[in-house]
């Protein structure tokens, strides 16, 4: 990072970085859009809308690879300081990346995930069974913890027995709780198990991947056993994260639930805006391949730069009245998704899956309240802004079935690629 601006303190891991960043991000954006960081080997962090997304779109500059270090590690990826291991593609350049993100993305369209709504509904319905008895739940380890989970086990086809201890695992890891490098390490080996055996649903992603070739090469089990691990990582925490915040807000603004109520239609925009203005994921990294320059600040060749896109999203050049939640807000990309070549793969999921539950939670728990003085936010967020707790409070209703079993079963149209 060839300019001489100050470094300042900031480690994005650290509690005063989760307690302060919007208002360290809205004055940066004002007066000085790329911060300096001489945390972790050093890195930048760049903060207004429309250098995010046009770096993002330039992978050939800003590469989202791994690279071996001097003393044996790897190094570069998408987060600071870099994941212990490569997560799949997310971690990948051209042209590997987009080999392997063309067999993925059949199974993540609009129409595939529109033909597997009422699957998701089913378990969207079973969770709300599990606990609509009880009056009371937390809605991080009860509600939002369990959505994601069963989803991408579904997709994957595997058992959904397993739910707890996988949720457990990706909610811990990316909290950085104590015991998740044990938990991660189960998991991987879970997931070797499944695959060697092949104990997997033979309609489900898990056999796809194994039957799916790059220019005439089979994937592999260690390749396929990582794109797995990367949709378990992609879409646990940043769905849990996003369902405590929509729960969150619909308690601190009455307002807003009651339109919601009355037009459900807007449902959709109220999920939008919650990515927007609540995105999960606070930013992405990269590696710089070639000098350029960023709103004034000079980068070199390995230099390391995060993308803020939780700060893009609340720029007020691109957003009016950028902090304020507006069910009305003008249609206009954010990035809570990212944006170029590594866009999420799974939004179009994530999307529906937080709709569908909204929609049902709305219905059977309307007066649902979020505990505010006992909810626990993240105390460090260098990839995921959630909460830790969230107990609520709500008027107890009936089952749709009984009995209530130990997981959902689920008899609608999975999610396939559609023919
Ligand atoms: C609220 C939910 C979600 C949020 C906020 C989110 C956010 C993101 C972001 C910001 C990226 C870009 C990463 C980068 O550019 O380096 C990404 C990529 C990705 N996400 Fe998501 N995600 C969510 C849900 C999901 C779900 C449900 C899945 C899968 C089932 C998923 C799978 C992926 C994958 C596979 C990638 C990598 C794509 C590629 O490299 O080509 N995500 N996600």
Sequence with gaps: MSDDRDERAIDHHGADFARDHHALYREARGSC??????AHGRFAIVTR?????????DSATFSSGRFALDNGRLGGGVAIPPNGMRIGMIEMDAPRAGELRAILQPWFTIPAVEAASARIGQISRWLIDTLIERGACDVV?????????????DVLGLSLDRWRDYGRVLHEAVAKSSGSIEGLRWLAADLRRSVAEGDYDQDGL??????AEVQGEPLGAAMVCELAMM????????????IGHMLRHLTEHPEDRARLI???ARIGAAVEEIFRLH????????TVMAPIEIAGSSFAPGDRVMFAINSANRDEA???????FNLDRPKRPHLAFGWGAHACLGQNLARADLRIFLTEILERMPDFQVDLDRAERYTSIPLVNGHARMPMRFTPGTPSQSPVGTWPVLTMPRLRPIA
């Design 49 to 57: 809308y429309a250098d995010n997304r046009a770096a993002l779109r």
């Design 141 to 153: 380890d009860d509600l939002a913890k369990p959505m994601p989970s069963l989803l991408i086990l």
């Design 33 to 38: 859009p790329v911060l300096h960081s001489g």
């Design 318 to 324: 691109v957003f009016v009245d950028a902090e304020r």
């Design 279 to 286: 995105s999960p994921s606070t930013g992405v990294a990269r």
């Design 206 to 211: 898990l056999a796809a991947l194994m039957a």
């Design 231 to 242: 949709l378990l990582f992609g879409g646990t925490d940043t769905t849990i994260a996003a």
């Design 262 to 264: 009355a037009e459900p």
